[in-house]
């Protein structure tokens, strides 16, 4: 009796469909939270192999062509995981890279891991998190392009990389950005989207093994049409 009245819930009953394979993804979060709609993605459907970690990347589009790929970029954690440890923050790297790919149709993510130091500039022990976390991320893709701990500048600009972190193939070429924390994340597509004029997308789930995507509570109708398209994208991915 419990499993049927659970079932009348249309986020378990989305997520039940798909498990079954007769959906491919599913987008809600216009009348319900973000943790609603998590729940029961990851009772049901669980997380990617190899994956204990879900995160939001943020794609970012702005007018600054110099930077990332022609202005785009695309950022994470933004959205779920507080204070991710070593082993997460390689996790949301290689996801988000993935994003990356899917979505945005990078051919070849640059991943920077960000900190307030550069290459030992700063010795602390969230610049070791990100150390190690680079070295863990290294070691799980070998094959993804990744560098840190890179300050934001250095990852962006190419003078700047060039002489905070001379020889890396990264700095000042980064197009995707890992943040140290949920509270960086957030923060900082704020500032590039309300200061900037960029335009944000997302938050885009990663880590679940099929997509399930959040929209905000006072989401647009070209939020929805935005997270549709992004949800299908993931769905091919998915799908190989």
């Known amino acids: ?32 939270t973000t943790g609603d709609t998590l729940r029961p993605a990851l009772q049901i459907i669980k997380c990617a192999p190899g994956i204990t970690c879900v995160s939001g990347a943020m794609l970012l589009i702005t007018e600054a062509k110099q930077y990332g790929k022609d202005g785009i970029i695309v950022m994470g954690d933004v959205a779920v995981t507080p204070m991710p440890d070593a082993d997460q923050l390689s996790q ?23 900190s307030f130091s550069t290459k030992g500039s700063a010795s602390h022990e969230v610049v070791d998190k990100v150390v190690e976390a680079t070295r863990l991320t290294k070691q799980r893709a070998p094959e993804l392009k990744i560098d840190g ?15 905070k972190a001379p020889g890396s193939a990264i700095a000042g070429n980064a197009n995707v950005l890992i943040v140290p924390n949920l509270e960086v994340g957030n923060i900082g597509y704020k500032l ?22 959040d929209l905000s509570r006072g989401c647009s109708v070209d939020d929805i049409y935005y997270m549709v398209a992004i949800t299908a994208c993931q769905a091919q991915e998915a799908k190989k």
């Open 1 to 32: 009796e419990q499993a049927r009245e659970l079932v009348k819930n249309p986020l378990y009953l989305g997520c039940m469909i798909i498990k079954t394979e007769g959906a491919d993804g599913q987008i809600s979060g216009a009348l319900s």
């Open 192 to 213: 590039v989207q309300r200061l900037g004029n960029a335009v944000a997308i997302g938050p885009i789930l990663q880590g679940i093994a099929r997509p399930v995507n």
């Open 92 to 114: 949301i790297a290689i996801c988000t890279a993935h994003t990356a790919q899917c979505v945005a149709g990078f051919a070849e993510p640059r991943v920077a891991m960000l």
């Open 149 to 163: 701990e890179l300050q934001a500048d250095a990852a962006l600009v190419p003078s700047v990389g060039q002489k």
